[in-house]
């Protein structure tokens, strides 16, 4: 008997919609199909994670590019301390070309955020059309 409880235990922990089924079914609706609001649901969940997931990728390939960017800078100022020297047209060049540097980098930076944002407004607007197709789908069952 504990074994049982214990397996019942391991499988709510994998998955939380079963026993959120189970209580559905002891409210049964006429004409609504709980079920297929949990599944709903769990689907739901599943798109929020997957844009979560988008997400945080994303800040981690962005963390990573700043440290790396950050690395060259300091490679870069160490290499021309002792090269510009004194001579003013030596430290115009190098100031222009960190300048064009910095704005290649924050493209760069910007364009890795904008790729992370997309594929989570991706993951939660095909959730979203596939929501609104379900409705659909329900109000034809319950009209037809």
Known sequence: MAKSTKDDANQS??????????????FQVPG????????ARRKDVEALVQANKAVYEGMQALAAKQAEMFRQAMADIQGSVGTAGTNPAAQTE???KAYEKALVDMKELAEIARQSQTEAMASISERATQNLQEIREMVKKQSG
Not at 33 to 38: K, N, V, Y
């Open 13 to 26: 922990a994998a998955n939380p919609f079963a026993e959120l089924s189970k209580m559905y079914e002891q």
């Open 32 to 39: 609504l199909d709980l079920s297929a609001i949990a599944d």
């Open 94 to 96: 190098l100031a222009r």
